[in-house]
């Protein structure tokens, strides 16, 4: 029996769930997630967003929209998952830093098993991000690289697929190991996927789903080609149609393919991340994404990927409401500062995640916040969102402040909101009144942050500030 006919009867005997409705549409732009390059700030979330899904705008100022807190405290290769009732959505990554205590070597023979995922339920106001074992279970299996998931409607779950690199059959090699989840926090078994022959390694692949012609699916791979391939399941038999070598992309230029259907005609972007020169992505376009032969670079200047460099990730689709929550969130949150008015050379910062007041803050970006709609909600009510740990805010706990990432609780959410009053000390400055504790104001006491009752005239100084750029 063939390996994928395997895999395909072992996933669908281990688990079934409920089909979700179908997610909403029509669409009206479209969101890519993608990293940067090797640096510990490179190796994080960032994003982009088109209109046209050519030209490309960096959000959130160029700097990352979600800092991972786990693993090895870097993340490649993001894929953006919308559940089918489009009322969850996950993003999933490699949990690799290269450069920040991880080198290549190190990665490639024994590396992270481990995916990054955080979740959400609006697309702008991610959870914590946790770890998930993908590769533990693989024997001798040394890391796990480049995930993707897939709704498959055949199982009503997704297939989650990655690469791992193992040694098998008297080769050590990178092969595509899948297995099936519901939620992102456990798996089945994992099982092979994809194996080339010989000594040919496959990182990295991705699938898209055609409406209409020879197959429903059509998955592009980075394999030493740009490998194209066909099936009407997507743990079924694939056949092999082609590759891109005839338009002079291969693997030796080229990986990390990202599809990306046109949200307004028939039409595929093939995203096609030029790692042997450092250029990020270029797209390639075709009307029919199972014939290799229609696919055409377009012409310089029809194109404009922003001033970052995109690498491997994935782009998708919003409705207008997805559209305006995210282009409301990322698109120019202003950063700002909170200076003391007793002690005005100094600022709110956060340190180890401890926060205080300090003067001459290095990194600047320690005293840098969003004052972002409070998490709780209410009318003028505000949340302190980091600039350089973003998903992260500032929260009371013990009357304490820190910097922490929601746990998805009203408690944290009513710890890190608060309304924005005239200032206790001057009315021409604020002070912020705590949402679940309106009897007590963020102040500081002997430079740190307390959450505390005002009652004397050096109080009221401590609990005023100006939110300054």
Known sequence: MKPVRVLALLLIASWAVPSPAVAAGPYAGYLMAHF????????????????????WTDLNNGSPVLRTTVGTRGVRDPALVRSPAGDRYW???TDLCIGCGQDWGTAIGNGSRNLVVWTSTDLVTWSAPWLLDV???IPDGR????????WNPATNDYVLYWATNVPLNGVTKHRIYAARTADFRSITTPQPYITRPGSQEIIDTQIVEVPTGPYRYVRASGDGQITLEGSNSILGTWTTLGNLAGIGLTGAQVEGPMWMPFNDRAEWALYLDQYSSGRGYLPVLTTNPASPGSFRIPATGSYDLGGLRKRHGSVLPLTAAEQTRVLARWSGTASNRLQSYNFQDRYVRHVNHDVRIDANVSPAQDAQFRLVPGLAGGTGTVSFESVNYPGEYLRHYGFDFQLAAPDGTAAFAGDATFRRVAGLADSSWSSFQSYNYPDRYLRHSNYLLRLDPITDTTARADATFRVTN
């Open 135 to 137: 590769a533990g279970a």
């Open 143 to 150: 890391n796990a690289w480049a995930p993707e998931a897939v």
């Open 36 to 55: 940067t390059g090797e640096s510990s700030n490179g190796q994080q979330i960032y994003v982009a967003h088109s209109t046209d899904g050519l030209r």
């Open 91 to 93: 993003m999933i990554a």
